[in-house]
């Protein structure tokens, strides 16, 4: 045997018919035991994983167009013209129903989602869940009557750097394609994409397309949905990113539950990373736990008895090395229960009970200005905790929050961001989106508007 065989075998070590040996990651004793191919894993896996076709019309419109005298010599009407814009991803089935889940920025703005099963049916797909936090969203085929095939969530927690695995996607939309690697490394926390940094890395080759596709085990199932890729060139560099399967678990036990939201527990506290130069002043080895920097009154973190400066270490007996990783852990914990927190308070270990409930969401009233004014087109809701938590907003702050806004709102145009708290206008404090809306229709030649963005406050003067 060749050296480079005698590796692939080494690497491949997969008992494919007694699967549950699977994870006692064991050197194969035997040329019996040594599995040169993942054809039968494959075979399991891939009815279950489909293509995802979202398209959405964009308006395109030259400003040239606005010229009527450009108009007449050129022959071309004065409206917008539309276009169709198409993105290509990935999906995996987890429900025999026909319940998908995909990344959500492969579907994001779409106003037709198509899903193309690895047998070529094609089905169009309703979007039932979005949740740009973890950027997942789940979709149900229409009028499908049958039963389809899926793939079982593994426990991701059980995954080890070093484990096998496989990718399955539609990378550049040349059709299903599967790639093999092992996991690079886990708990990837400092990589920008979602709310909730916990990505499994892997170095299977994933690239662009194969976004929401399917991260397998040699078990065959599903130990997370690929979601990124680390590169210069836009192709595979061998660090790719995967969402790991006990969040999406979640977002999906959501969707079947009827919901439009996930829900999470809340818990009311603003946590911080722990620096060097922190950890020598709280006299530990090394920069580690997540510590406690605000504590919202009446909050679960608040009843259970967390404090300013305590540094959370542990959660549910699991060690947590930052603020990502208790974000991570504390949103896959079940509702209804309660999770064990260990802290460290005055160089002392404490044990907390913190109870697992949603954030409250009443007075939200969210409305989108369309009076003219710096604020047309931004919507806005009153702060609640719910919206505080999803947002990452200090909850002491007084204001109205931007929700959202589209590229070619006035108040994009002016500079107006998601997340930006607007706490005045003309020296008037806001408080509710009735006063917001009230000042915008009444108009003004100047506006002086204070606007809280990342902490900071930002005072702005416009024009009317």
Same mark, same amino acid.
């Given at each position: 045997m060749t050296v480079t065989r005698a590796l692939s075998a080494l690497l491949v070590c997969s008992f494919v018919a007694a699967p549950a040996l699977a994870q006692d990651r064991v050197v194969p004793s035997s040329p019996a035991q040594v599995k040169l191919s993942y054809a039968p894993i494959v &075979?399991?896996? &891939?009815?279950?994983?489909?293509?995802?076709?979202?398209?959405k019309i964009v308006q395109n419109r030259n400003p040239l167009l606005d010229d009527p005298l450009f108009r007449r010599f050129f022959g071309v009407p004065g409206g917008p013209q539309e276009q169709m814009q198409r993105s290509l991803g990935s999906g995996v089935m987890v429900d025999a129903s026909g319940l998908v889940v995909t990344n959500n920025h492969v579907i994001e703005g779409a106003d037709q989602v198509k899903v193309s099963l690895s047998d070529k049916r094609e089905f169009?797909?309703? %979007?039932?869940?979005?949740? =740009?936090r973890t950027d997942l969203a789940v979709l149900r085929l229409k009028d499908a009557k049958e039963k389809f095939p899926t793939l079982e969530f593994s426990n991701s927690d059980d995954a080890q750097v070093g484990d096998v695995v496989l990718a399955i996607g539609n990378p550049f939309g040349?059709? &299903?394609?599967? !790639?093999?690697? %092992? %996991? =690079?490394?886990?708990?990837? !926390? &400092?990589v920008g994409i979602t709310d909730y940094q916990f990505f499994i890395q892997t170095d299977a080759a994933i690239n662009p397309g194969n976004s929401g596709g399917a991260l397998v085990d040699m078990t065959g199932k599903l130990v997370g949905v690929n979601t990124a890729i680390f590169s210069r060139s836009g192709g595979s560099q061998g660090i790719g990113f995967a969402i790991p399967a006990n969040m999406v678990r979640v977002v999906v036990a959501s969707a079947k539950s009827g919901g439009n939201a996930v829900k999470r527990p809340w818990l009311g506290a603003r946590l911080q990373g722990v620096t060097p130069e922190i950890a020598e002043t709280l006299g530990l080895k090394r920069p580690t736990g997540a510590l406690v920097a605000n504590v919202t009154n009446g909050s679960p973190a608040a009843k259970a008895g967390l404090k300013l400066s305590d540094l959370i270490v542990a959660i549910d007996g699991q060690v947590i090395d930052d603020p990502n990783a208790f974000d991570y852990r504390f949103a896959t914990r079940p509702l209804g229960g309660s999770a064990q927190v260990d802290v460290i308070r005055g160089g002392k270990p404490v044990k907390l009970t913190i109870a697992l409930e949603t954030a409250p969401d009443t007075g939200r009233d969210e409305i989108v200005i369309k009076a003219r004014s710096p604020f047309q087109g931004a919507k806005v809701a009153n702060i609640s905790p719910a919206l505080a938590d999803e947002l990452k907003l200090d909850t002491s702050i007084e204001g109205i929050v931007v929700t959202d806004l589209s590229d070619d709102a006035v108040a994009a145009n002016v500079g107006f961001k998601k997340g930006d708290v607007i706490v005045a206008v003309n020296g008037v404090k806001i408080g509710k989106t009735a006063e917001l809306e009230k000042l915008a229709r009444e108009g003004a030649r100047l506006w002086r508007i204070s606007v809280i963005r990342g902490g900071q406050q930002l005072n702005v003067v416009l024009g009317g």
């Open positions: &075979q399991r896996v &891939q009815p279950a994983v489909v293509n995802v076709y979202a398209a169009e797909a309703e %979007i039932v869940l979005k949740d =740009s040349v059709g &299903q394609t599967v !790639t093999h690697g %092992i %996991i =690079s490394a886990l708990a990837r !926390t &400092q």
